[in-house]
C-alpha cells in the first residue's frame, strides 16, 4: 500500500481527527511525533526530558492507525525546523503524500483542486488510491486566470469515473485563484492538494498547502513532488 | 564507544549514554532523532557573531596603547593561534559531532577530571566573555546617546551594560524565536559596514585618497607588548570553538564543521588584522590609545566624516550586542553538556516547560554575568576569558594527540589535521604559552577558577568515569 506520513506535535496534546484517521484507513501511515525546539535548547535537551512522554503519546496514536486499517508506526524527531524535519522523514521513507491535521468528522466529499503547476498524474493516481471503493464523492476544481485548461478537468475526470469515482468538477475563472479555493471548500469534508513547485510566492507567502489547511480548517493531504529517487524507478 | 561513562555523583546520578548513529541529517538514537538544522551560514555566522564584537570594535584603542601599529602583529599571532587549534578542534569535531564542543573532547580523550575543569572553566570563561562583551557594549551605547546629543558621560557605561545584560538573559528564556536569522542578518551588515570601510581605510593608508600621515615606528616599546597584546586580544578568537559546541546540531558535520571553525577564524583574522593597520595608519596609536574602548569611532569620523562615525557606533552596538547575546546563548550548552555527564546536577539542565528553554542553566550564567560587568574592568574580563579557554584549548590539542596515539576503533573523524602532529603540538605549546603573558591579576583568578574546578569535581562527582577507550 501506499504510505502517508502524518506529522503530529506529539508534546503539545496535538490529536489526529477521527474522520482523517479514518480516511487514511486505505493507506500505511507513518506517524511522525516532532517537538519544535527554540534555538538555545540543544535538541538533545530536549530528548532526554520528554522522549518518554513523547514515544507513548505516539504508540496509543500509532495504535489508533492501525486498528483504522493499514500497516503503521511512527517516528520521532526533535528539531528546530519542521518542514526540514517532514522532508527529510517523508523523503527517507519515500511517501507519496504527508497530511496536514485539521479536524473532520465523517469524509464524505473531498475538495481537489489542480490549479497551478502541480503533477496531475500524480494527484489523481493517490485519489484513486485513497477513496478505493468506499463511498467518498470527489470534487475536481480548477481556478486560473485565463481560459482554455477545461480539457485538462474534464480528462481527470472521466479517468477517475473510470475507476468508479462519483466526481463532480467545478471550473472558476478568476485573477486571485488561491482565494476561489478557499470560497469553495465548505461543503467539503478534505483537500488533497499536489505540491506546488518552489516558487516565489511561496517563498514570501508561505508554503501554499499549509495556508490553505490554516484557511480551511479542515484536513489537508499533500501529494508530493516528484522526487529524484521516483524518477529512477520509472 | 568502549569504555562507556560510568559512576555517580554524590547524588546518585550516573552520566547518561546511549547508543546513536551519526548521519548527515540527524542523530538517531533508540526511540528518537534529533535533526540536523544548522548549514554551513549557520555555522559561520555563529562563529563570525561571536568574535567579530570583541576584535574590531573594543580593542584597537587599548591594543594600539600597550603595542604601537605592531598591535596589528598581536593580532595576527593570535589568528595564527586559533587557527592552529581549530584544526585540531575540526578534527575532533567530525569524529565526535555532538553537542558540548571542547569540554566533550577533552572529557573522552582525556577522563572526567580534565573534563570537569575544562568543562566549568569553559562555562565561566563564555561568563567572563560575556561580561567584557556588555561592557564593550556599555561604552558603545554611550556613544550612541552622545551621537544623538545626549551627553551622558561614562559613568552610565556599567548601568547601561547591566540593563541589557538581564534583557538578553530575559530574552534568551523567553525564547529568541528567529535569533539565528537575526544573527545571519547582523553579521552580513557588519561585513558590509566593514568591507567599505576598509576598502577606504586601506585607500587612505598607502596615500591614494586623504590627508598623508606622520609615519610611524612599527614597534616602538618593542617586543615584549606585542606578546601581552596577543594575549589580552586573544578573547576576539573565542567564537570559533563555539561553533564545535553546536555540532550535534549542524547539517553534513564532516564537511561543514572544518569549513565553519577555520574559515570563521580566517574571515575575522584578516578583517582584525587589516583594520589595525587601517586604525593605526588614520589616527595613530597615541590617539588611538586616548579614545580608549570605542577609539574606532575615531577612527570612522577621520576617515568617512560624521558618517563613518555613525556606522562604527552602528556596527560596535551591533557586533558586541550579537557576541554578547551568542555567548549567554552558548553557556546553556555548557551547562548541559557538564550536567549530562552527571559533573553538575541533572537539575541545571532542566528546561522550561512554558518556553522550551533551559532557564536553570541560562540563570546560572546570567547571574554572575551581571556582577562580572558590574566590575568595568575591561582588560580583566577579557583577559581572564582567554585564559581559561586557552586551557581548553591547549587541552584538545592533547586530546587529539592522546587520541590519535592508539585510536579507538570509535574514532572515525571526516576531517584529519593536515601536518600531524606537528600543528597540535604547537598548538597546544603556543595556546599555554600565551596564558604567561597575561597580566598577573588575571592569571590568579584563572588559575584559581580552574583549581575551584578541580575541587568540585573530587567534592561532588570523583566517582565519575568518562574516559572513553584508552
Redo the contacts between chains.
Sequence with gaps: MTRVLMPLAVLEGESVAYGLMDLLGTMDVTVLGYHVLPEQTPADQAREQYEERAVSGLEDTTEEFRKAGGAADYRLVFTHDRQQTIERVADEIGTRAYAINGATGDVNRLLVPLSGNVAVDRVLQFVTELVGDRDIAITLFLASESDGADGLLQRSAQRLRDDGIDVTTERVVSDRPFETLIEAVPNHDAVVVGEAAPSLSQFLLGDESERLAAASVGPVLVVRRETKEDGAEE | MSGEPSGQNIEGESP?SEPVVETD???V?E?????R?LGLSGGLAIGIGTMIGAGIFVFPGLAAGRAGPAAALSFTIGAVIALLVALPTSELATAMP??GGGYYFISRGLGALAGSVVGLSLWLGLVFATAFYLVGFGYYAVDALGFLGIAVGESLVIPIALLFGAGFTLL?VT???N??KLQNGVVALLLSILVVFLGFGILDAVGLVGEPTTPERFAPYGPFPILTTAALVFTSYLGFAQVAT?A??MKDPGRNLPLAMVGSVVIVGVLYVVTIFVATSAVGSNALSLAGETAMVDVGRELLGPAGGFAIILGGLLATMSSANASI?ST??AV?AVS?DALLPGRA???NLK????HVA?GMAGGPILLLTATGRVEVLAEVASFLHLVAYGLICVALLALRRDEPEWYDPDFRVPGYPVVPIVGGVASFALILFMQPLSQVLGFLIMLGSAGWYFYYARDVKLKGAL
Design positions: 547518561v541529517e540527524a542523530t538514537t526511540n528518537a532523532e534529533l535533526e538544522t555532538k553537542s534568551n525564547g529568541t524565536e535569533a539565528a553546536v550535534g546540531e546563548l546553556s550548552r548541559y549530562k539542565s532542566r528546561i518556553y522550551g528553554t533551559p541560562l
